[in-house]
Nanobody
Framework: QVQLVESGGGLVQPGGSLRLSCSASGFTFDGYVMSWYRQAPGKERELVAY????????KYGDSVKGRFAISRDDAENTGALQMNDLKVEDTGVYYC?????WGQGTQVTVSS
């Protein structure tokens, strides 16, 4: 089955960290841009970060610059989003996107 599966979400206090993972099955990540999006309650889905197929270029949303880091491991067919210094406004469902596919999302809740 061709799919993307996210994991690593959870509940964390402000200032904490989480590492999200995106695992591809049924197709190869290699060469595709991989992106992370998030959607907060009542808001539209927004781009958090992307990494090019070569892995040489990355881009981040203004609200996460300096706190989040996107990476990929094509040999393992996985991607990751390291999230540090999390803020309440980072709360939402985080989605992985690559090769025209969306994952099912993983919930991130930042709350004290």
């Amino acid at each position: 089955q061709v799919q993307l599966v996210e994991s690593g979400g959870g509940l964390v206090q402000p200032g904490g960290s989480l590492r999200l993972s995106c695992s591809a099955s049924g197709f190869t990540f290699d060469g595709y841009v991989m992106s992370w999006y998030r959607q907060a309650p009542g808001k539209e889905r927004e781009l958090v970060a992307y990494i090019t197929g070569s892995g040489r270029r990355t881009k981040y949303g203004d609200s996460v610059k300096g706190r989040f880091a996107i990476s990929r491991d094509d040999a393992e067919n996985t991607g990751a989003l390291q999230m540090n210094d999390l803020k309440v406004e980072d709360t939402g469902v985080y989605y992985c996107h690559a090769g025209g596919l969306w994952g099912q999302g993983t919930q991130v809740t930042v709350s004290s």
